[in-house]
Every structure is written in structure tokens, then in C-alpha cells.
């Protein structure tokens, strides 16, 4: 039988002859220092490295990555602010006024007249609420499906606040207490030809009022003048537009004459007009379920609308203002 | 109905068997478990009873009956498909579908107590309509190309179906999206470790993973508690594709839909039976479920989107995943 204490200063050695090689390895292999950038690298190496960069991520390079549940990347909108800020200031010159009609906290949904094609008068009605409203909440924008589809719009849209129109969406987030613009008008809105541009037309199916019955947030009503005459829409082309897949062909004086130059949109005079908001909360939660209410609701205020755009278009003195 | 004392696991080798069975009996000690399967897996616990069992043979459900009657089966976890689809589209049939409902009146007819089925929030489909949270009521639209998902959401139809029927049988359905951590290696995890891995030119859709430990911990809770109902089982937090590429440092190739459906077509057919849009258009369209029932029911899951992905990812690196 061994003796334990025989066995102790082994163990010891052994240990002590791991640390020494241990050591010895250290002294031969120098730990690795921070890695030199490469000297006397040309313009044109350092422009390779960065256009390749580039393309692999197609100029999304500067995104945060931090992206909240429904897409939006802070990054890109403060990248993109300063363009909006140009475009709200210096190209539409917008005239903003009643924008202490929203609720100071909490959410509204708001529900403007939509027109002009691209959206513009979501971006532009989320810049004035972000910059003159009291609490510069940056409200969510519905987008109608059919731009969702198209590629490269849909990730920036994402990425500036804008959400698919539907009711799930639109729902979770007024819960999260967001402002939230809508467009009922959607796709009919959008396309309105130009002898047409300044009538709104008929509100979906009411989905807007209902979804403000089931979640308890004031009706918020918003005129907009001017995005009708930023892309002109002389007649929807259907021949061509079936091959594509599309609804029509979009016909301005700008459009498929120059190409994507006319995708700019001309620089008209804007006027928005925040009204009043229409109070739900003297009705019951379930009185969506009515249909002849929500349908007289929609009505209501898809009128107030039309007024807001009467009395915008009264103020404006000219297109070009 | 307490804890169950014997569970009965089908599909013993799928990815969702092996892991359940590993966590239940290391969790624990007093646990039977009845394994069922087409092949004997190559390590079995001494506390795992197998049988080897064929759920394309026609009078299966008999046998199984026979099997859970007599080693007196509380419940029965359903895990029996396919890890990914196969070119062997109507034997992924077979098994899906037709073996799924098998197990289904085998357990009406064993009487057992408890049924766990697995699935996944891809039945619901990867579609430009989908709102930004798919909720458990939610249609299961699918992918009209991709057969393993169709089985599926017939597999799910059936036991709705079956559920009426049989409504002394407590079920749960856990529905979880595209797991991710160290032991996942799928379809998704070798399309992510490309060298060079192909997106769709213009979309960057919002991706959203679960990480397998936090998808296991809700198959056992679902199996040892009553829960019984539909759960979409995820992780929180969503994060763009390109994002999690560049987090991960891999190198992304856009390739317009056309181009890239065209070079992919022979290899996606072999491998998977079916087109490349069966699985590109999940990394096209938005097909996040949401997880709040999930999480009431199963509890918080410990990881987020980007921690499972994380996850994953360092540990393919330790494994040389470049």
C-alpha cells in the first residue's frame, strides 16, 4: 500500500513541470497583437473594399440593426430626417396647421386623404406631427399592400415607420399607444386621376372606425392638399400594365416620359389641416358590431375630410403657392 | 390530470423526439418513456422502452393502440416528421399526413389522456398580405409549392377535425417557428452557413427564430401540464435577414427572384422535392407569429431572436462555420 504522502510532492512536480512548459510555450509564440492596418494602401484598394461592402449589403449598410417588432430602424429615419426635413421645408413648402389637435399622450389614429401615387403624404404628414406636435412622437404610417409587394420599397418603408394596412397591425399598434396614419382611401385614393384630385372617395369598409370602437382611441380627421399635383395622373394605362402584373401604369407628365426622373415628385405647395378629433368614447366598445353606426361614422368622417380639403385648398392660393 | 408517468414519444430520432426525450429523463427520474420509431436510434437510455414501428403501414394505428394499451401511456408526444422535406414527396405524404392520423386513432382508441403535436409557424405561410403578427387564429395559408407544409396544415385539419370528435383527449399544439442554437443542423441552418449566402435582391424581410432550448422547455412543459389548445411557440424580438447576415459577418450574394430561382431549381428539386420558392419565399414575405399565448403559457423565453441567433452562430464557429 502507498502512502499518500509519497504521492503528494509527484503531483506537485508534475504540475510545476506543466507551468514551466506552459511558459515555455508562451515565450516562443509572442501573443498576437492588434492587427496593423495595411500600409500604403492605395485609393483604388480602399474604394474596392467599400464598394464591395456596399453591394453585398445594397446600401443598407448603415442601419443600426436594432429594428423594433415592426421593422422601424431609428438609424434610418435619422438618416433620412434631414432629406424629409428638405423636402417638407424647402420642395412642398408644407403649411401646417392644428397640430395641438392631437392628445398629448396616448394613441390617435389619424385618417387623411390620400392622392399622388407614392407615398408621399404619409412621410410628409409623419414629419410635421414628429416636428410640431408637443410630444415629437414619430407616428406609424398604414401602407397599402400593393407597395408592400414591390421590391426595394418595402425594406425602406419598413425601415421609416411604415406598416401593412390591416387591422391586426393597425390594432397592436394603437395598444402600444402609437399614433397611427391611415389612409382609407387606399389604392381608389392613390389613383385618382386629375379631374378628380381634389374629391375624397369612399373609406374602405369602415375598417378604420371599427378598429377605433374596438380600441377606444379618438378619430383624428386630416386634410392634404398639394400631393395630387406633386404626380399628376394623367389616365391609368392598363394595356401594358397586365404583362407586369400590375394594376395599371401610372401616366404623369413626368412618369414614363423621363424615366426614374419622373419618380419626383414636382414641387407644388402643401397644405395640411389637422382637425378636430371625433370623440368614440360615449359609445359603447362593442358598438363596432353595429354596422349601420360604423357605416354612418365612416361617413362622418370621411365628410370632415372633405371639408379640411375644401378649406386647405380655399387657404392655398396657387399649386405652386 | 397530474403529470404523466409514461409518455409515449413518436419519431424518436427527429430532431424535436431525440432532444424532448433527452430533457424529460434528465429532469425527472421516476419518467417511462415509450419510443416510436421506423429505425432504433444509435443510443438509447435504459429507461426508454423502443418499438420499432412504420407509420406507412396500413394497420399501424392497431398496433400502436396495442402498444400505448398495454405500457399504459398518459400521453403521447407526436413528433414523428420530417426534420426537412425530402424528394420522396409522396412518402413525406405517407408519414405526415396519413401517419399523423394514424397516431390520431390510436390515441382516440388507447384512450390516452394527453396529446402534444408538433408544428410549426411556417403552415401559416409566407405571404406579402400577412399582417406583422401572425396570431394562433390565423389561417394556415402555407406555401402553395412547398408539399411538407401542406402536409402539414392537412395534418393540422385533420386533428381539428379529430378534436371535436374526441374532446376527453386534452391537446396541444405547439407551433414553433425556425429553431436556432448549437445542436441545429437543418434546411435553415445550412442555407445560413453558405459561404456565400444568397438573398433575394430587394427584400429583406423581418426574421424571427426560437432557440432550442427555449422550444424544448414549451414541448415539456406542454407535456408534464395541461395546456391544452394552439401555442406559436417563438423567441422575442425580430430582426431583419440582411441584419443577422452582417451580425454574423457571412458574405450576402442579392440575386434577383428570377435568376436565383432559375440557378437553384435542379439542386432544390433533388434535395427537397420541391421549387426554390418553397423555401426562398420565406426570406421574402413576413411570417411572424406571435408568441404572447406562448409565453403566458410556457413562460418568457430565455433568449431573444438575436441571442438565439448569436447563439447559433458562435457555436458553428467553434466548429469552423465561416
Known amino acids: 500500500m502507498k502512502d499518500p504522502e509519497v504521492e503528494e510532492p509527484r503531483g506537485d512536480e508534475l504540475l510545476r513541470a506543466l507551468a514551466s512548459l506552459r511558459l515555455e510555450i508562451r515565450s516562443r509564440f509572442p501573443e498576437r497583437g492588434p492587427v496593423r492596418p495595411p500600409v500604403g494602401e492605395s485609393e483604388w484598394a480602399r474604394l474596392y473594399t467599400d464598394l464591395r461592402r456596399r453591394i453585398a449589403t445594397l446600401g443598407m449598410s448603415e442601419r443600426s440593426g436594432e429594428v423594433d417588432e415592426f421593422g422601424m430602424d431609428e438609424v434610418v429615419v435619422d438618416r433620412a430626417r434631414p432629406i424629409l426635413d428638405l423636402l417638407f421645408d424647402r420642395w412642398f413648402r408644407v403649411d401646417l396647421a392644428g397640430a395641438a389637435e392631437l392628445p398629448e399622450r396616448g394613441p390617435a389614429l389619424l385618417v387623411a386623404n390620400h392622392s399622388g401615387l407614392l407615398p408621399w403624404d404619409g412621410l410628409m404628414l409623419c414629419q410635421?406631427?414628429?416636428?410640431?406636435?408637443?410630444?415629437?412622437?414619430?407616428?406609424?404610417?398604414?401602407?397599402?399592400?400593393?407597395?408592400?409587394?414591390?421590391?426595394?420599397?418595402?425594406?425602406?418603408?419598413?425601415?421609416?415607420?411604415?406598416?401593412?394596412?390591416?387591422?391586426?397591425?393597425?390594432?397592436?399598434?394603437?395598444?402600444?399607444?402609437?399614433?397611427?396614419?391611415?389612409?382609407?382611401?387606399?389604392?381608389?385614393?392613390?389613383?385618382?386621376?386629375?379631374?378628380?384630385?381634389?374629391?375624397?372617395?369612399?373609406?374602405?369598409?369602415?375598417?378604420?372606425?371599427?378598429?377605433?370602437?374596438?380600441?377606444?382611441?379618438?378619430?383624428?380627421?386630416?386634410?392634404?392638399?398639394?400631393?395630387?399635383?406633386?404626380?399628376?395622373?394623367?389616365?391609368?394605362?392598363?394595356?401594358?400594365?397586365?404583362?407586369?402584373?400590375?394594376?395599371?401604369?401610372?401616366?404623369?407628365?413626368?412618369?414614363?416620359?423621363?424615366?426614374?426622373?419622373?419618380?419626383?415628385?414636382?414641387?407644388?405647395?402643401?397644405?395640411?389641416?389637422?382637425?378636430?378629433?371625433?370623440?368614440l368614447d360615449h359609445l359603447a366598445p362593442d358598438a363596432g358590431s353595429d354596422e349601420l353606426l360604423v357605416s354612418r361614422l365612416t361617413e362622418e368622417l370621411r365628410s370632415q375630410v372633405q371639408s379640411l380639403v375644401d378649406v386647405a385648398l380655399a387657404e392655398r392660393e396657387s399649386v405652386w403657392g | 390530470m397530474s403529470a404523466p408517468g409514461v409518455i409515449a414519444v413518436t419519431g424518436l430520432g427527429s430532431f424535436v423526439g431525440r432532444r424532448l426525450v433527452e430533457r424529460l429523463l434528465a429532469r425527472s427520474p421516476h419518467l417511462r418513456i415509450v419510443g416510436l420509431d421506423q429505425r432504433r436510434p444509435f443510443r438509447l437510455d435504459g429507461r426508454v422502452s423502443f418499438h420499432r414501428i412504420d407509420l406507412t403501414e396500413p394497420t399501424v394505428d392497431g398496433r400502436i393502440a396495442e402498444i400505448l394499451e398495454r405500457e399504459r401511456v398518459e400521453a403521447v408526444v407526436h413528433a414523428a416528421f420530417r426534420n426537412e422535406p425530402t424528394s420522396d414527396v409522396e412518402m413525406d405524404h405517407e408519414i405526415e399526413t396519413i401517419g399523423s392520423l394514424h397516431v390520431m386513432h390510436a390515441c382516440a382508441a388507447a384512450k390516452v389522456k394527453r396529446l402534444v403535436v408538433s408544428s410549426s409557424t411556417m403552415l401559416y405561410g409566407p405571404r406579402p398580405d400577412n399582417p406583422n403578427f401572425l396570431s394562433e387564429a390565423h389561417p394556415l395559408r402555407g406555401h402553395p409549392e412547398a408539399h411538407c407544409v401542406a402536409n402539414r396544415a392537412e395534418m393540422e385539419q385533420l386533428l381539428a377535425e379529430w378534436r371535436v370528435r374526441h374532446p376527453d383527449t386534452e391537446v396541444t399544439v405547439l407551433r414553433h417557428c425556425w429553431t436556432m442554437g448549437p445542436g441545429v443542423w437543418n434546411r435553415v441552418a445550412r442555407y445560413f452557413s453558405l459561404p456565400v449566402v444568397p438573398m433575394l435582391l430587394g427584400y429583406d424581410p423581418l426574421i424571427q427564430f426560437v432557440h432550442e432550448d427555449d422550444c424544448l422547455h414549451a414541448y415539456e412543459r406542454a407535456t408534464r401540464e395541461p395546456h391544452p389548445g394552439v401555442y406559436n411557440v417563438v423567441g422575442r424580438g425580430v430582426a431583419p435577414l440582411s441584419t443577422l447576415l452582417?451580425?454574423?459577418?457571412?458574405?450576402?450574394?442579392?440575386?434577383?427572384?428570377?435568376?436565383?430561382?432559375?440557378?437553384?431549381?435542379?439542386?432544390?428539386?433533388?434535395?427537397?422535392?420541391?421549387?426554390?420558392?418553397?423555401?426562398?419565399?420565406?426570406?421574402?414575405?413576413?411570417?411572424v407569429a406571435d408568441g404572447a399565448r406562448g409565453f403566458d403559457a410556457f413562460g418568457e423565453p430565455v433568449y431573444t431572436t438575436k441571442e438565439a441567433w448569436i447563439s447559433f452562430v458562435s457555436a458553428r464557429r467553434m466548429r469552423r462555420y465561416r
Not at chain 1, 153 to 168: H, K, N, S, T
Open chain 1, 128 to 279: 410635421a406631427v414628429e416636428r410640431f406636435h408637443a410630444s415629437h412622437r414619430r407616428p406609424r404610417f398604414l401602407v397599402a399592400d400593393w407597395l408592400i409587394t414591390l421590391p426595394f420599397v418595402q425594406p425602406y418603408l419598413a425601415r421609416l415607420g411604415g406598416v401593412r394596412a390591416c387591422r391586426e397591425n393597425a390594432e397592436r399598434l394603437l395598444s402600444t399607444g402609437h399614433f397611427v396614419v391611415a389612409f382609407p382611401e387606399g389604392v381608389k385614393g392613390a389613383a385618382k386621376v386629375f379631374r378628380e384630385r381634389y374629391r375624397v372617395k369612399r373609406f374602405g369598409r369602415g375598417g378604420v372606425v371599427r378598429v377605433a370602437l374596438e380600441t377606444g382611441v379618438p378619430l383624428v380627421p386630416v386634410g392634404i392638399v398639394g400631393a395630387e399635383e406633386a404626380h399628376p395622373l394623367l389616365f391609368k394605362w392598363t394595356t401594358p400594365a397586365r404583362s407586369f402584373g400590375l394594376p395599371f401604369v401610372p401616366v404623369t407628365p413626368t412618369f414614363p416620359l423621363l424615366g426614374p426622373l419622373g419618380g419626383l415628385p414636382l414641387p407644388t405647395k402643401w397644405v395640411i389641416r389637422i382637425g378636430a378629433p371625433i370623440p
Open chain 2, 246 to 287: 452582417r451580425l454574423a459577418g457571412k458574405r450576402i450574394l442579392p440575386l434577383p427572384a428570377p435568376i436565383l430561382f432559375r440557378m437553384a431549381y435542379y439542386p432544390s428539386q433533388a434535395q427537397t422535392g420541391d421549387p426554390p420558392a418553397a423555401f426562398y419565399d420565406y426570406l421574402r414575405w413576413l411570417w
